[in-house]
């Protein structure tokens, strides 16, 4: 990454993917909740396109992460998967054999931990779909199946176990809350204000339970220029508000002190 316009230098977060990551600031998406989030800590820089596979993706990858940038990410969140598990069959299908998109996130992924001995990976896994939504949406299911999903969210898994990275379970993550098909997608593929959440909480989780040196939790991280935030009833009735809309747990909460 190149060096900031403005400073002082805050530890980098990237986001990489297709249309999930390229949509994440829409409907209160999860992008936007991390930058929210990390406010005064971080900085979210967002490199998502519509449409790409981890073909497209490696294709460019040294574009997007130059290594010998003076300044490296503390932080990338890694997506593709949705737009690989496509239905080979259907016309002008994006698909990525299920033995090549493992290979193209292996060479991903070494790629952005060789960035610095810091940077960190995160990977979000093949996601779950809702076939319904996607047919009353589009008029067809686009070659997209819940199945196809699975296979390839396992896949996923199996080479972050291999390689000791952080992964969340996407698949399964969309799926846990019981009213899942009719809340977190809204048009069976792109998340919801409620689907989002659901992106963000997972994080959050990874990167509170993670032991990595420097710490990237929220929690242990200061605040750039600590000590000169305002006090007022004003400021302090806001941040109430954005951590009771955020849903973040009190000992997690952002303070106006």
């Known amino acids: 990454m190149s060096e900031p316009k403005v400073g002082p230098n805050r530890p980098l977060f990237v986001i990489f993917g297709s249309s999930i990551v390229q949509l994440s600031y829409y409907f209160d998406g999860w992008g936007a909740a991390l930058t929210g989030f990390y406010a005064r800590k971080a900085d979210i820089f967002v490199r998502g396109y519509g449409g790409w596979t981890s ?4 294709q460019v990858l040294s574009k997007v992460f130059p290594q010998k940038d003076k300044i490296q990410p503390s932080l990338v969140i890694l997506y593709f998967g949705g737009n690989d598990s496509t239905d080979p069959d259907i016309p002008n299908s994006p698909n990525v054999p299920i033995d090549e998109y493992v290979e193209n996130m292996r060479k991903i992924i070494l790629h952005i931990k060789g960035l610095s001995q810091t940077t960190r990976v995160i990977m979000l896994t093949a996601p779950a779909v809702n076939e319904k939504q996607i047919i009353d949406f589009y008029g067809s299911n686009l070659g997209r199946t819940n199945e196809r999903g699975r296979i390839y969210s396992e896949a996923g898994i199996k080479l972050a176990q291999e390689l000791g ?5 996407f698949w399964s993550a969309l799926q846990e809350p019981s009213d899942w098909m009719d809340t977190v997608f809204w048009d069976g593929l792109h998340l919801t204000k409620e689907g989002s959440a659901i992106v963000f909480h997972k994080i959050a989780e990874v990167i509170q339970e993670a032991e990595w040196e420097p710490t990237l939790d929220w929690e242990k991280m200061p605040d750039e220029f600590d000590g000169d935030q305002p006090h007022s009833l ?5 941040m109430e508000g954005i951590n009771r809309m955020m849903g973040i747990p009190a000992s997690r909460q952002v303070k106006s002190e």
């Open 234 to 238: 004003y400021h302090e009735k806001m």
């Open 165 to 169: 990275l952080k992964y969340i379970d």
């Open 55 to 58: 073909r497209n993706a490696l």
